[in-house]
């Protein structure tokens, strides 16, 4: 039988402390450099030498101000914050590379599609193609304190928000523009043709947005969707939008669990369950022996910080850990934050019970996906278990310390899973959809309920 592909992402953020907190202090670790382009466009190197595919940025609006029910632990520990904009990075990686993809999270709450659509539409112009869009709703109750969105920031509400949303963004990249409104004329004088420019006329519960989209069509059109929530909304929203889904899960029975409701999901909505890609979270921590990859990660685990742990968990479940002792059992709390992380833990791994010191140590290095520890040849046989026991379809590859996890990976891991034809030896030409899905398939696929919005004279154009 024919070996699964694996497909691969570096998992960062502009910040100091993504997912490892207290590792900002090792003495490799250089996540300090976050400001500096020029580490991004190393990191960006280093991960085109690795043959990832795509390099994954995540953002929050707000700060986690759940732990202890105030900010001062989360700004001692830098906890996601201070964070800058991850799509200010992209044009200078994108320049110093070819092939790499660029995955961008932007929240579709608290602000407005329009000039948004613009925004992503030239970054794949000048990445020529190689932007994906992390569609997030946003979970920080924080961040409606600075930018009001009166009552819409119910967890249910937000994801009827973020559905319009897209209609939106779809009329401006799919529908606006016909494939052959620009013309560049010279002879005539005519650039575009605006017969066949049009306006979209939304008019919606969220938005009204009656005009045309600012710019002429970018090599992708709509940029590879992902989308990370894991509740039941954002789940179903998955199934009807994304393109990619990254899960982050403890065990693979969890994986199993989640990956084929996501499927069926998927199926429901009318859509070949295995064209949605799925990618979990993984921090791997390898040696050139075993006795060297322990040794790694017990210095590394030395610098974790507990409470910088919890002030993630915290946000993330919205649930104050600070209330509780921390060998005492962790029980199921309905809250308006991100509920998955709660389910996961209680629903799909049941027999495991989970005090807050355990949920601290686990999620301190590289946040609620496993750490994987051993040889190159050890974490390759790990990830084949992974994809052949729980149909995921790659990995999202968290740091321990940055850009040592990265550099690491692409020096030992890469070419054990090339040897075992896992991974590419080379990029293939195209664009970011094309390089994930296949040659000719720039555009979103004919299925996808995007496409419903094109122009008659630019269906021809998708395979």
Not at 99 to 111: A, D, P, V
Not at 136 to 144: F, H, I, K, M, N
Not at 185 to 202: L, N, V
């Amino acid at each position: 039988m024919k070996k699964k592909r694996i497909y691969l992402n570096a998992f960062d953020m502009n910040c100091v402390a993504h997912q490892s907190p207290g590792l900002w202090r090792h003495p490799d670790d250089q996540a300090w450099r976050y400001k500096d382009i020029e580490y991004w466009v190393e990191l960006a190197k280093t991960l085109e030498k690795g043959r990832f595919d795509g390099l994954f940025i995540a953002d929050v609006i707000g700060i986690y101000d759940v732990y202890g029910n105030d900010k001062e632990t989360t700004i001692r520990e830098a906890t996601q914050v201070p964070v800058n904009d991850p799509i200010l990075l992209v044009s200078a990686m994108s320049h110093a590379t070819k092939h790499l993809g660029f995955g961008i999270t932007c929240s579709t709450t608290f602000e407005h599609p329009y000039p948004f659509a613009r925004r992503i539409s030239t970054l794949d112009h000048l990445t020529k193609g190689r932007v994906a869009w992390n569609i997030v709703t946003s979970y920080l109750e924080s961040g409606t304190k600075n930018i009001d969105i009166g009552d819409r920031f119910q967890h249910q509400e937000r994801y009827h928000i973020a559905d319009e949303y897209l209609e939106v963004c779809y009329k401006l990249w799919e529908g606006s523009w016909e494939e052959q409104a620009v013309i560049r004329d010279k002879e005539t004088g005519i650039f575009t043709d605006p017969t066949k420019i049009h306006e979209i006329q939304h008019k919606g519960k969220y938005f009204d947005v009656p005009g045309i989209h600012l710019c002429e069509p970018s090599p992708q059109r709509t940029p590879v969707l992902f989308q990370a929530g894991a509740s039941e909304a954002g789940k179903k929203f998955a199934a009807k939008h994304a393109e990619c889904t990254f899960i982050s899960v403890p065990s693979k029975e969890a994986s199993t669990a989640y990956v084929k409701d996501l499927r069926q999901k998927t199926r429901d909505e009318g859509r070949d369950p295995q064209s949605l890609k799925v990618f979990a979270l993984f921090t791997p921590i390898v040696g050139e022996t075993e006795q060297e990859a322990w040794a790694k990660y017990d210095e590394l685990a030395s610098y974790v910080s507990l409470e910088g742990a919890l002030t993630l968990l915290s946000g993330w479940s919205g649930v104050d850990f600070s209330q509780y002792d921390l060998d005492e059992e962790i029980n199921y709390i309905e809250t308006n934050a991100i509920k998955s992380l709660l389910e996961v833990l209680t629903k799909f791994s049941p027999n495991k019970k989970w005090t807050v010191r355990e949920l601290a140590t686990f999620a301190g290095i590289g946040g609620m996906g496993p750490v994987v520890v051993g040889t190159p040849k050890q974490i390759v046989d790990k990830f084949e278990e992974w994809v052949d026991e729980t149909d995921i379809d790659g990995f999202n590859i968290a740091y321990a310390i940055t850009p040592g996890t990265f550099i690491d990976f692409a020096d030992l891991v890469t070419p054990e899973l090339q040897r075992r034809g896992l991974l590419k030896t080379a990029y293939e030409e195209g664009v970011y959809r094309e390089k994930l899905f296949g040659k000719g398939k720039a555009y979103l696929a004919q299925e996808h309920i995007g496409a419903n919005y094109r122009k008659d004279s630019n269906k021809a154009k998708v395979i």
